[in-house]
């Protein structure tokens, strides 16, 4: 499957999704610390820029399956003021925006725990109200990284959502039957989930409505998929030290803002398998 990366930072996202089986065709970043790791780590992958002066109507991008990243957090974090919507930095409709105009089979977006209670839940649902426009059933569950071997908890908000019409099912050459009913992803550790049909009708984290609606992913899927992520129990041998004060670190600033916006490998690539298994599934 090949995706498309949205504010994509130090590729966090994207380094999970390529662990899961999955290429990256493009990058979205303004940062320019971020943008030169991304240069480092990925040479061949255009980075597009600033994604509210991109015209995805007219790129030559190919077919993308997926269009994935994590929208700023500021106006939503509990560590801000919270303005939500009237924040400046507020750029969903930016990525809604991409999805429109791309038509992907799926979207996996990724925000703070904040995006569920900020202003009873209305960012929230702006989120899944502009998908569920576009014509795309959602999912969501709030997911620490220690679920996938990371030492600290560092919950996410994952946001999965899948085409639900046979137009933009068989866009890329798929078609797939529609989605069972009934709850998809299997809670661990009391993990909550919430889910949203085509209408837009959610529920839970503040959002109203409870509607049977499509399941996006297969019950218990997230279990397995923690199970077999490739990540799990690797790589952190121990907690980073980034410490508050240190001497003698290039760009330390750069790095510990990057780090704070980045997202665990591991935790996405888990997302990107559920995607995967439920993409060949949809298939059959």
């Not at 999704?17 to 790791?37: H, K, N, R």
């Not at 924040?87 to 995006?115: H, S, T």
């Not at 009391?190 to 399941?215: K, L, M, S, T, Y």
Request: charged fraction near 20%; charge should be neutral.
């Amino acid at each position: 499957m090949r995706f498309v990366s949205l504010f994509s930072g130090i590729g966090g996202i994207d380094r999970g999704l390529e662990s899961a089986g999955m290429t990256c065709v493009a990058q979205s970043e303004v940062d320019p610390y971020a943008c030169a790791v991304l240069r480092r780590h990925w040479p061949h992958i255009p980075n597009l820029g600033d994604i509210t002066t991109i015209d995805w109507r007219v790129l030559n991008l190919g077919c993308i399956d997926v269009i994935a990243g994590g929208f700023p957090c500021q106006p939503v974090s509990v560590a801000g003021k919270q303005a939500g919507q009237a924040d400046a930095r507020w750029l969903w409709p930016e990525f809604a925006r991409a999805v429109r105009d791309i038509r992907p089979r799926w979207v996996f977006a990724e925000n703070v725990p904040g995006l569920l209670t900020a202003h009873d839940g209305r960012e929230a649902q702006a989120v899944i109200g502009s998908l569920s426009d576009s014509g795309y059933d959602v999912e969501w569950a709030s997911i620490p990284a220690a679920a996938f071997g990371a030492p600290h908890l560092r919950y996410r908000v994952a946001i999965v959502a899948h085409a639900h019409s046979e137009q933009l099912r068989v866009q890329c050459g798929r078609s797939g039957r529609p989605g069972g009913e009934g709850p998809a992803l299997a809670e661990r550790h009391g993990f909550p989930q919430h889910v949203a049909d085509a209408n837009g009708v959610a529920r839970e984290a503040g959002i109203p409505g409870n509607r049977e609606r499509r399941a996006v992913l297969e019950p218990g899927a997230f279990k397995r998929a923690i199970g077999r992520c490739s990540s799990v129990g690797s790589g952190w041998r121990a907690e980073p030290n980034v410490g508050r004060v240190a001497h003698g670190v290039p760009s330390r600033m750069d790095r510990l803002r990057a780090l704070g916006n980045a997202v665990v490998p591991a935790w996405a690539e888990a997302i990107g398998r559920l995607i995967l298994e439920a993409d060949e599934g949809d298939a059959l």
